[in-house]
Nanobody, 123 residues
Framework: QLQLVESGGGLVQFGGSLRLSCAAS????????IGWFRQAPGKEREGVSC????????YYADSVKGRFTISKDNAKNTAYLQMNSLKPEDTAVYYC????????????????WGQGTQVTVSS
């Protein structure tokens, strides 16, 4: 079964940290770029970060630049999003997605999507 499973979400205070994981099964992340997206209540899904298949290219939305770090461990077939200095406006459901490409793709052009993990930042 081809799927992505996110984990690591939760409730954290303002200024805290969380690390989200995105585990792939049924396919190898060696050939896939990984994107992280988030959707807050009443808002459209937005791109947060992306990493290319070879890990040499990364992208960050301006709103998270300097606070979030994306990485990918192909040996573990897992991608990560380290989130530091969290703010209440980071509260959303976070989704990871994979596209068979060397580079990132814009939403919604991804092949596989995870089910999402809730991140809530209290003020």
């Amino acid at each position: 079964q081809l799927q992505l499973v996110e984990s690591g979400g939760g409730l954290v205070q303002f200024g805290g940290s969380l690390r989200l994981s995105c585990a792939a099964s049924g396919f190898s992340l060696d050939y896939y770029a990984i994107g992280w997206f988030r959707q807050a209540p009443g808002k459209e899904r937005e791109g947060v970060s992306c990493i290319g298949s070879s890990d040499t290219s990364t992208y960050y939305a301006d709103s998270v630049k300097g606070r979030f770090t994306i990485s990918k461990d192909n040996a573990k077939n897992t991608a990560y999003l380290q989130m530091n200095s969290l703010k209440p406006e980071d509260t959303a459901v976070y989704y990871c997605a994979a596209v068979r490409s060397s580079g990132c793709s814009p939403y919604p052009y991804y092949d596989y999507w995870g089910q999402g993990t809730q991140v809530t930042v209290s003020s």
